[in-house]
């Protein structure tokens, strides 16, 4: 699956990570080293007009495409659909 060190992903690579809490917009996940992943809302529902779609629970590993570094604290972003 994914590889040992964050800082070896590349964009479009399957990461598995935890989720470890919710806000407004998204969740976030611990994809290892410290090193929290953001799932924006819009990545996890395809229907905008669901205001709170079902997240995973907070503890519960899930698979998502990582997408890229934006340059930012917890700048790690992860698609779950």
């Not at 969740?27 to 953001?38: I, Q, R, T």
Request: glycine share 12%.
């Amino acid at each position: 699956m994914a590889p040992c060190a964050v800082s070896d992903f590349t964009p479009g690579q399957l990461v598995s990570g935890v989720v470890l809490e919710y806000q407004p917009y998204g969740l976030f996940v611990d994809l290892g080293e410290g090193e929290p992943g953001v799932v924006a809302i819009t990545m996890i529902n395809d229907d905008p007009s669901v205001a709170n779609p079902p997240f995973p629970p907070v503890g519960s590993r899930i698979e998502a495409a990582f997408l890229g570094w934006p340059g930012q604290a917890h700048g790690i972003l992860v698609h779950s659909k």
